[in-house]
């Protein structure tokens, strides 16, 4: 069975700029939860969707939001770039999104903001 | 709310030493608790697991028991790999609702020495 799997595996952006970043989950899964992790803040929750409904947010300003298709495929999108975003953004899927499932991760993204 | 206090790296070994890498944790109710690595440019992979108190995970030799009375879920490898040398994280997923997304650590570097 595929992985988790996350397009780009690599962005530059400019400060002010918006970003989009993509998520396909383990076939079968229905949650799929966002992470954002850098050297500072280590790993931080942003979101998760489950049947195409946001169920879950972190503490995280409205410029980041999210969404999930009826594949559970899910996408990610900050808005108005700040340096600070720059980090590895991960993506993890599972089947139902319980305390006891285990979440799977992708890869990440690495987006660098100049 | 729930926090994960992870043992402060970076922690070097030699080849066929014995390790531990103390985790503890604080959360309402009673969380599943995972142990998960990070090799160099990729994401994160599930080592182990355990969902409920005195249950055992297991993988790849390395161990880790669930322990309610003392909230803890230390990590312990009778004989390290220089293969073995990545960042490994504690974390929990609470019950229900808000809780229920991975609270992680902050990562114990480790470096296995032929």
């Known amino acids: 069975k595929a992985g988790v799997t996350q397009t780009p595996r690599y962005l530059i952006k400019t400060r002010g700029q918006q970003v989009t970043l993509s998520c396909s989950p383990i076939s079968g899964h229905r949650s799929v939860s966002w992470y954002q992790q850098t050297p500072g803040q280590g790993l931080q929750f942003l979101f998760e969707y489950f049947s195409e409904t946001q169920r879950n947010k972190g503490n995280f300003p409205g410029r980041f939001s999210g969404r999930q298709f009826s594949n559970s495929r899910s996408e990610m999108n900050v808005s108005t770039l700040e340096l600070g975003d720059s980090a590895l953004y991960l993506c993890?899927?599972?089947?139902?999104?319980?305390?006891?499932?285990?979440?799977?991760f992708g890869p990440g993204t690495r987006l660098t903001v100049l | 709310g729930n926090s994960v206090t992870q043992m402060e790296g970076p922690v070097t070994l030699s080849e066929e030493a014995f390790l531990t890498i103390n985790c503890t944790y604080t959360a309402t109710g009673y969380p599943s608790l995972f142990w998960y690595v990070q090799y160099p440019g990729e994401g994160l992979q599930l080592l182990l697991k355990?969902?409920?108190?005195?249950d055992k995970g297991s993988n790849k030799g390395f161990e880790a028991t669930y322990r309610k009375e003392t909230t803890s879920f230390h990590l312990e490898k009778g004989s390290v790999q220089v293969s073995d040398s990545a960042v490994y994280f504690c974390?929990?997923?609470?019950?229900?609702?808000?809780?229920?997304?991975?609270?992680f650590g902050s990562g114990t570097q480790l470096t296995v020495l032929p």
């Open positions: 355990a969902t409920k108190a005195d």
């Open positions: 993890a899927s599972s089947l139902a999104g319980a305390s006891t499932d285990t979440q799977y």
């Open positions: 974390a929990l997923s609470g019950r229900s609702g808000s809780a229920r997304q991975l609270t």
